[in-house]
C-alpha cells in the first residue's frame, strides 16, 4: 500500500485527502503543517476579526476530519527537506518520513520588502494566517478603540484585514505604490468605487507613493508627509513557498510548475495551491491563481492521481468573490479584449469580450439591494461558465446573459442537458 | 440517485413552484396565510425564454462534482449522500458558490447568508414540495 504524504493543511490538502480517499481508503496518509491548528478556512481571518465567524464556525471541515478520513495529522510540525531520490520528508525534530507519493501544498507567505526603519517599528503585524490575525487582534484589544492603524497595501489582504478590524480602532490609513486598490481584480472605475465605499467607511488613503522611512510610531512618505500609527500592517504582497521543491530538484518558475494532473517533474510529487503555477484555460499562460477553488480542485486532482485515478482539473482561472463595506464584488477571468461596461443604480458590470469568447468580467452590487433591485452578482455562476467552457457567444443569447444571467440565453439542447440530466 | 429534472414542454410558467419552495421553508399550515403579502425567496425559480412561450423551472442539480462544495471557502457547503445542503451558521456570504455555480442555484437568503435547495429533506414531507405542487408534472423527482 502507498504512503502519500501531504504538506500543507489548508484547501489543497484537503482536497488531497477527499480526492485520494475517493478511491483509495486504505493506504496511509499523514499530513505535516507547521500551523498548529485544525484545518481552517484561510480566507476567513477577517470575519473572525469582524465577529462574524469564530474560532469553531471556522473550521473548514469537521473536528474528526482527519480521524474519519484515516489522516495522521502531524499539526504544528515543519517539513525542513524534501529528497526526491530517497523520497523522504525531513521534519524539524530530525525525524524522516518515507513517501510513495507527496503532495506540496505549502500555500505561500507575506512578502515584506526592504523598507528603512522597519526594524523599529515594534508593533508590525502580517495577516495571512490564523496566528498573524489573532496576534493583530490582540494587540487592537489591549491598545483600546482608540488604535491608528497604517496599512501597506491596498490589495485583497489589505482592504479585508481593514474591514475585519474597523471597528475594533480609531482609524485606518493605507499606504500603496500603486495609484489605485485592488488593481489585481479591478479595472480603474471599479477600483474607484471600492475606494469610494471604504473612504464612506472612514478609510483614508494614500496612493502611488512609498514610505521612504519608518520609526516606532510614524511613516514618512516619498512625498514629503509623515503618518502617525500605533499598529503597522504589512499587506505588500504574497511570495509562493517554493524553496523546498526547487531544493529537490522540481521545477519551479514563478510557482511550483503543474500540469492539469497536478504533476510537478517529479513523477512522484504532485503539487498544489498558492505555491503553484499552472495554465489557465483563458490565456492557456502558466500563472499563479491564488484563489481557494483553484487550490481545493489541483488538491483534489493530486489525490485522485496519487491514488491511481487520471483525472484532470484543467479549468483553473482566477476568480474572487468578496465584500468590501457593503459593495460585493464578484470577478473571473482577464481583462482583455472589447469592454461591455453596464452601470446602471448600485450595479457596475464590466465585461470582456475576445474572439466571440468572455475572457473576463467584473460585477459589482450592493451586498443589502433594495427593493425590487437585482444585485450585479446575482447568478454571476451561469457568466463563469462561459470562461470555464470557452463558449463561443455566437451560440448564446450574450446580451440577456450581461443584462440578467439566465439558462433562457443557451439553446435548448443545452437546457436538456443541464436540466434533464446527471451532473 | 433521484434529482429534481424539468420539462419545459409541460411548464405553464405559473410559478407555483416558487410559492411551493418559499412556503416549505416557513414550516407553517396555510400556504396564502403564509406568503400572503410578503417578498418570497424562493429556492427554485422560472425562467422564460425572450420572444417565445417557453418557460422551465431551475432549481439545484446537486452535482456529481460540485463546483460550489469544491469552491467553498469556509466548509458551510457540503454534500452527503447525494444532497447538497449550507450551514447557514457557517457560511460568511463571500457568495464564491455564487459565482460558481453554471446553473445560478445559490440564492441570497435575507440575513445575507447563501440558501440553496435541500430537496425538502428536512420538511414533514421530506420530498420536494415544488414537484409534490406542480400541477402539470413539468418538475419531477426521480432516478434517470
Do not use: W
Request: one cysteine or more.
Amino acid at each position: 500500500m502507498p504512503h502519500f504524504v501531504i504538506i500543507g493543511n489548508s484547501a489543497a490538502a484537503v482536497g488531497a485527502i477527499e480526492g485520494f480517499r475517493r478511491i483509495d481508503s486504505d493506504s496511509k496518509i499523514t499530513l505535516i503543517s507547521d500551523e498548529p491548528h485544525h484545518t481552517y478556512g484561510r480566507p476567513l481571518i477577517s470575519y473572525l476579526l469582524l465577529g462574524k465567524t469564530d474560532r469553531e464556525r471556522m473550521l473548514y471541515r469537521p473536528s474528526d476530519f482527519y480521524e474519519k478520513n484515516g489522516v495522521d495529522a502531524r499539526l504544528g510540525v515543519k517539513a525542513m527537506k524534501i529528497d526526491a531520490k530517497k523520497k523522504t520528508v525531513t521534519l524539524d525534530s530530525g525525524e524522516i518520513v518515507s513517501y510513495d507519493k507527496l503532495l506540496y501544498g505549502a500555500g505561500s507567505s507575506p512578502f515584506v520588502p526592504p523598507m528603512d526603519g522597519l526594524d523599529s517599528v515594534k508593533r508590525r503585524y502580517t495577516f495571512q494566517t490564523l496566528d498573524s490575525a489573532l496576534a493583530l487582534g490582540e494587540a487592537l484589544t489591549e491598545l483600546g478603540g482608540k488604535t491608528r492603524v497604517l496599512i501597506i497595501g491596498a490589495g485583497l489582504i489589505g482592504l479585508k484585514c481593514a474591514e475585519g478590524i474597523r471597528e475594533k480602532c480609531a482609524s485606518i490609513t493605507f499606504v500603496d505604490l500603486a495609484d489605485r486598490v485592488l488593481p489585481s481584480i479591478l479595472d480603474e472605475q471599479a477600483s474607484d468605487i471600492i475606494k469610494s465605499a471604504c473612504e464612506d467607511a472612514g478609510l483614508s488613503f494614500h496612493l502611488g507613493t512609498s514610505v521612504a522611512k519608518f520609526t516606532e510610531s510614524t511613516a514618512a512618505l516619498a512625498t514629503g508627509e509623515s503618518l502617525e500609527f500605533d499598529v503597522l500592517v504589512l499587506a505588500v504582497g504574497v511570495r509562493p513557498n517554493t524553496a523546498l521543491l526547487a531544493d529537490a530538484g522540481v521545477t519551479v518558475a514563478r510557482g511550483v510548475v503543474i500540469d492539469e494532473f497536478s504533476r510537478t517533474s517529479d513523477p512522484d510529487i504532485y503539487a498544489a495551491g498558492d505555491c503553484c503555477e499552472q495554465k489557465d484555460v483563458v490565456t492557456g499562460q502558466s500563472r499563479i491563481m491564488a484563489v481557494l477553488p483553484n487550490a481545493y480542485m489541483q488538491g483534489e486532482a493530486a489525490g485522485l492521481n496519487a491514488a491511481g485515478a487520471p483525472v484532470q482539473f484543467d479549468k483553473a482561472f482566477p476568480l474572487n468573490a468578496i465584500g468590501f463595506f457593503g459593495k460585493h464584488v464578484l470577478s473571473a477571468g482577464f481583462y482583455d479584449g472589447e469592454e461591455i461596461a453596464i452601470i446602471e443604480g448600485n450595479n457596475y458590470k464590466k465585461f470582456f469580450v475576445k474572439d466571440n469568447r468572455l475572457r473576463g468580467f467584473i460585477l459589482i452590487g450592493s451586498k443589502h439591494p433594495e427593493d425590487g433591485e437585482i444585485p450585479a452578482y446575482e447568478r454571476a455562476g451561469i457568466i463563469t461558465d462561459l470562461i470555464r467552457r470557452a463558449t463561443d457567444l455566437q451560440t448564446v443569447d450574450f446580451t440577456l446573459l450581461t443584462q440578467h444571467p439566465a439558462l433562457a440565453a443557451f439553446g435548448q439542447n443545452v437546457r436538456r442537458e443541464y436540466l434533464g440530466e446527471e451532473h | 440517485m433521484k434529482r429534481v429534472y424539468v420539462n419545459e414542454n409541460r411548464c405553464l410558467g405559473c410559478h407555483l413552484c416558487e410559492y411551493y419552495c418559499a412556503f416549505a421553508a416557513t414550516g407553517q399550515p396555510d400556504m396564502s396565510r403564509a406568503l400572503k403579502g410578503k417578498k418570497i425567496r424562493p429556492r427554485i425559480h422560472i425562467e422564460e425564454v425572450p420572444n417565445s412561450d417557453i418557460t422551465f423551472a431551475v432549481s439545484c442539480r446537486h452535482c456529481v462534482e460540485p463546483l460550489c462544495v469544491k469552491g467553498c471557502i469556509s466548509g458551510a457547503l457540503t454534500k452527503t449522500d447525494g444532497v447538497i445542503s449550507v450551514d447557514k451558521d457557517k457560511c460568511v456570504s463571500c457568495y464564491t458558490c455564487v459565482l460558481s455555480c453554471p446553473y445560478g442555484c445559490l440564492v441570497q437568503s435575507e440575513s445575507g447568508v447563501v440558501d440553496k435547495c435541500q430537496l425538502c429533506l428536512q420538511t414533514a414531507e421530506g420530498s420536494p414540495r415544488c414537484v409534490d405542487g406542480c400541477i402539470n408534472a413539468a418538475i419531477i423527482y426521480e432516478e434517470r
